[in-house]
């Protein structure tokens, strides 16, 4: 199941050259873990190892399950069964002070009685760190989040940011192994989230401790990590680089949540050297470059996606063609929607349903762009993507698709 | 009720800020007269009779309804009363002792309720039915249960066991809505960052809900200090408190200057008390909100 492995891919990877050490030792790992709150499955057999150092998402929709792992991680709540290890040692069972990870939660948690400072503090005195260690501990940290000026205010004196950046100090003044993340971003407003984003990733580049981020913000997701892990149901779907999960998403679920996708249900016609002939519904040439280890057969039925952005929209009775060996259709526009930086174009295909094209306002528009008008749509095959074939039992589960 | 700014503190300073920039007057611009007056009204009526015990309590005269001058007497002739120094004494061992089990019991419970998720409700009704049931009813029984069915005798032991049982369900409200009202995660990111259970109850829950327990440990002590009714009911030979005393010398003798002056008194300590306890709780709130205003353009 390529879905489910958290190895890297082979390949050229942008990533990779962001990611300190893809092969640094395991720093969390989290292996076959279950967890169910009374009727229902919150966790459904998890495995993931973060390295030490990496920046690792957790994304998923409200419910998935991110949450009640990554408080699995910090020891709030116990798993039902399987292993979480921290430098390779089980912590099931130990508490969660004993446990060398810190938390920045999502309602921040700071504590309303004492300063800034004290609460900066708390952590390294309970480490009975004291006097000038303490004192410089403190402020280094209260500098690492720029907060020096304000170290004796309550924070109930402080705005959203400000206590959202005292909640990482505190954390992150006991040095731990691991910073936990719950959708720490989650309350503040969209332009302070931007900074926030910008300023976590200087963080975690500057004190260099691993960082496991739990989301539901996909453009967080993709924006901040090394990797992501994309969940839905209590399941990892995929594990991978931002480019990854984007570019080649594994299941019709990571295509549907993470951007726009346009998925059609094909049938395959042939294989040849790796590139599957496929045949859909509407589309006139409908060719896909198989991932390696996956096989398919002859007439199986499986569904590709891609992505609106790789469309490209021709006059259906103009001179210009798409090259050749595209994959191609012709449609009737439905919908057109100017979006300043690009148009979206909303194509009904012949044979029922439609795909969905953001066409870069990079040149002026033709007027082929107008609804009930016929038009032609065609995208290189390299970025048509085989999805996994839908996995038997999981019929009942919600699938997320943006595609109208 | 006087003990709600306890409760939430931080509405108070909130509140207020709102309030400010409103005009003082109504929004025709015209006084809403018949308003005022009976503003006016209610104050009159809360306050005159109390305001009216305090100046006669200073008066030289022994008739209470005529003034002849201005006199502390009447609080000399209280001072030597070996009746009143002893009733006094009595009610405050009383209303300490009270207190303190309350307070102790109650917030103890209090944090043993905050692990019981079912029946919330139920768990409130039956805690708040105590402070509804009438006090002669609750004289009564009280009286049946303590001396004829344990056996306490008369006096201090069954005055204490009593006060205790009608103080008690209060201390637990007061906690128990603080505890409800505080963020769950701040003991988590307590043993989070390393402090163990007694650790974060220390550092983190204890000052949390300390507000509470001093407003629960302040009424504790007033409801006790104040009680007539069932006190009645439990005073033995030699133990009298000074609300029962008051009341039998009134209901004997008349409406002495004695009396008064003790009387005035008794309100002095209450008042005082309520407003210490009110002050303490929300100074700190009404700082935090000050400075908060401070805070907000940078």
């Not at chain 1, 989230?193 to 981020?213: H, N, W």
């Not at chain 1, 057109?336 to 528009?365: C, E, H, K, W």
Request: with cysteine; net charge neutral; aromatic share 8%.
């Amino acid at each position: 199941m390529p879905g489910l492995t958290d190895e890297p891919p082979g390949g050229f990877h942008p990533a990779e050259e962001r990611t300190p050490d893809t092969f640094a030792p395991v720093e969390v790992g989290i292996y076959g873990v279950e967890k169910r709150f009374s009727d229902q499955v919150a966790v459904d057999g998890i495995d993931l190892r973060v390295h030490e150092g990496e920046f690792f998402s957790v994304l998923g929709p409200s419910g998935c399950g991110k949450t009640t792992l990554l408080r699995m991680v910090a020891g709030f709540v116990d798993p039902d069964a399987g292993r979480i290890e921290l430098d390779g040692v089980d912590m099931v069972g130990v508490p969660p002070y004993r446990r060398d990870v810190n938390t920045v939660f999502q309602s921040y948690a700071l504590f309303p009685h004492m300063s800034v400072w004290d609460n900066v503090a708390y952590g390294l005195r309970r480490k009975r760190v004291k006097g000038s260690e303490l004192r410089e501990r403190v402020g280094e940290h209260l500098e690492l989040v720029q907060l020096s000026a304000f170290a004796k205010r309550r924070p109930a004196e402080l705005s959203g940011g400000q206590q959202q950046r005292v909640a990482i100090a505190r954390a992150l003044a006991a040095r731990p192994r691991v910073l936990l993340l719950d959708e720490p971003l989650g309350a503040l407003d969209a332009k302070l989230r931007k900074q926030m984003q910008i300023e976590l990733m200087r963080i975690q580049r500057e004190v260099g401790t691993t960082f496991l981020y739990v989301t539901h913000d996909q453009e967080e997701a993709l924006v901040l990590s090394h990797r992501v892990a994309v969940m839905n149901a209590g399941r990892v779907e995929q594990v991978g680089y931002p480019e990854d999960v984007y570019e080649r998403p594994g299941t019709r679920f990571v295509a549907g949540f993470i951007g726009t996708s346009n998925i059609m249900d094909a049938t395959v016609a042939g294989v040849e050297s790796g590139v599957v002939e496929l045949t859909a519904d509407g589309v006139e040439r409908l060719r896909a470059t198989l991932p390696e280890r996956r096989a398919v057969r002859h007439g199986q039925r499986l569904a590709v996606t891609v992505r609106p952005e790789k469309l490209h929209l021709y006059d259906a009775d103009g001179d210009e063609q798409p090259p050749a060996g595209w994959c191609s259709l012709t449609g009737t526009v439905a919908d057109v929607v100017y979006t300043g930086m690009s148009t979206q174009y909303v194509v009904d295909v012949p044979g029922g349903g439609s795909l969905v094209a953001f066409v870069q306002n990079a040149r002026r528009i033709s007027d082929a762009g107008t609804p009930g008008q016929p038009v032609r749509m065609a995208w290189d095959p390299e970025f048509t993507v085989v999805l996994d074939a839908e996995p038997a039992g999981r019929a009942e589960r919600e699938l997320v698709e943006e595609v109208r | 009720m006087s003990a709600r700014p306890a409760l939430n503190p931080g509405n108070d300073a909130a509140g207020a800020r709102e309030n400010a920039p409103r005009t003082r007057r109504g929004r025709g611009g015209r006084r809403p007269w018949a308003l005022i007056a009976a503003v006016a009204v209610v104050f009159a009526f809360l306050y005159a009779p109390i305001l009216w015990l305090a100046l006669v309590s200073f008066n030289d005269s022994r008739t209470v309804s005529r003034f002849t001058g201005f006199s502390t007497r009447w609080y000399a002739e209280l001072v030597v009363d070996e009746r009143v120094r002893s009733a006094l004494g009595l009610t405050l061992r009383l209303a300490l002792s009270s207190a303190a089990v309350c307070t102790v019991v109650g917030t103890l419970a209090a944090f043993g309720l905050r692990r019981v998720f079912r029946g919330r409700g139920l768990w409130t009704v039956l805690l708040s039915l105590p402070l509804v049931v009438p006090e002669v009813v609750m004289g009564v029984s009280l009286l049946a249960f303590c001396v004829k069915l344990a056996g306490i005798p008369l006096g201090f032991g069954a005055l204490l066991a009593a006060h205790v049982a009608f103080s008690l369900s209060f201390v637990v409200v007061v906690v128990r809505s603080r505890l409800a009202g505080m963020d769950l995660r701040l003991e988590e990111a307590a043993a989070d960052l390393g402090a163990g259970p007694l650790t974060a109850f220390r550092t983190v829950t204890l000052p949390l809900v300390a507000p509470a327990v001093v407003a629960g440990a302040a009424f504790a002590f007033l409801l006790s200090f104040d009680d007539l009714v069932i006190s009645s009911y439990l005073t033995g030979v030699g133990s009298t408190t000074l609300p029962v005393f008051i009341y039998g010398q009134a209901s004997k003798r008349g409406v002495s200057p004695e009396i008064v002056a003790l009387s005035t008194l008794m309100v002095a300590v209450s008042a005082a008390l309520l407003l210490v306890g009110v002050a303490a709780v929300s100074w700190r709130a009404r700082r935090a909100g000050r400075r908060a205003e401070l805070a907000l353009p940078n």
